[in-house]
């Protein structure tokens, strides 16, 4: 059998140094493998884990997708061009798209906005004045496990919305206003779909597994009770046609609470280094990058041109770029991946000549395309074609 590693230096071998992949074999086994998780709740494809258009026509042509999760609105109005249904993950201050977004029948239909307070519908009124018709509103609901009175806070600081009250207060602010049109709740539980089960290390983090693992359960617990409420209660003030949770992370215990109409997803398509350890699935990588080696400093060493893209959130080990092909090599804890040069060591540095290339994983999914204008997409052994990423199509969001 023909190793994932063979396969890709055989497809770019023509290819000069930084180069960035996607294994079509791998990408199209991981969207299915997500839509046998999900099974039967529609996924809706977070973008911001893919940052592609190609990609993201790839993923939506799959049976079991529908819909983007959006970061930005100028990322919303670009993609609403040919995706008729557009949700913003993120509340907005893009007062020049939200003017855009109001001028545009076409865009109002498609484009959804996501909100947390009645301060952020107050921005966007404020900004569009007058519309040909309601602005789609999603409520952001906090999803966070809150312990001890609410001093414990688990999971991400998004959404000041967490009871059943400010849910019901905020659909009703909502509903009284003739410019929004509530259609949606979103309750993200990154504390459950980001953490791995099993982080890599020694006995600290095999601890610090059992206590995510032991969080997890309760939150999921706790999470379904609370936004099955919210979205009774919010039902009571208007229809929902989306209630939207979870991500790549949490499908399965997502589409096990019943007030979920879809499941967001995007980073299990490309199986970056953060989602190694999860007891649920085991995506196959399907994203990774080249360096050349330009340096060989001295025994078991040798270094590579570039190397640090590192991950956003919060700084350590993980964050970093994962060496992967050859097997065997890893960073050096004094100098780790480096801005313009990466030292690496290990066996597999000795049989290594300037110009052979080292791969590497990101550990996040979509930030991959913020560094290189495009994707050389591989089956089997072969590059099927090189699209651009957003950056590549002159597209940077954030």
Known sequence: ??????????????????????????????AADLVRRAGGTPIRVASKSVRCRELLRRVLAVDGYAGVLAFTLAEALWLADEVE?????????????????????????RVTLMVDSVESLDLVRATID????????CLDLDASLRLAGDRVHLGPRRSPVHSVDEA??????????????????????????????????????????????????ASVAELTERRGAVVAAVR????????????????????????????AAGSGLLAPALF??????????????????????????VTVAGGGWVASGPAG??????????????????????????????DAADALALGDRVWFRHAKAGELAERVPALHLVAGSEVESVVPTYRGEGMTFL
């Open 276 to 301: 190694d350890g999860y007891d649920s699935f085991t995506p196959a990588p399907a994203a990774l990058f080249a360096l050349a080696v330009t340096r060989r400093p001295g025994p078991g060493l």
């Open 168 to 217: 019901v207060a905020l659909a009703r602010a909502v509903a009284a206003d003739p410019v929004f049109r509530l259609v949606g709740v979103m309750a993200y539980e990154g504390q459950v779909a980001g953490l791995q089960d099993h982080p890599a290390g020694g006995l600290a983090a095999h601890a610090r597994g059992l206590v995510v693992r032991r969080l997890k359960r």
């Open 85 to 109: 249904d557009v949700v913003i993950g993120y509340p907005t201050a893009e007062r020049e798209a939200l003017r855009e977004l109001a001028a545009d029948p076409v865009l109002l239909e």
């Open 317 to 346: 080990p993980d964050r970093l770029p994962t060496p992967t092909y050859p097997a065997g090599l890893r960073l050096l804890g004094a100098e780790g991946a480096g801005e313009v040069q990466t030292p690496l060591r290990g």
């Open 130 to 137: 007058v519309v040909e018709q309601p602005v789609r509103i």
């Open 1 to 30: 059998m023909v190793t994932q590693h063979a396969r890709l230096e055989r497809a770019t071998q023509h290819l000069d140094a930084p180069v960035a992949v996607v294994d079509l074999d791998a990408f199209d086994a991981n």
């Open 236 to 263: 009571e003030v208007a229809d929902l046609e989306i209630v939207n949770g979870g991500g790549t992370g949490s499908i399965e215990t997502t589409v096990a609470d019943r007030s979920v109409t879809e499941v």
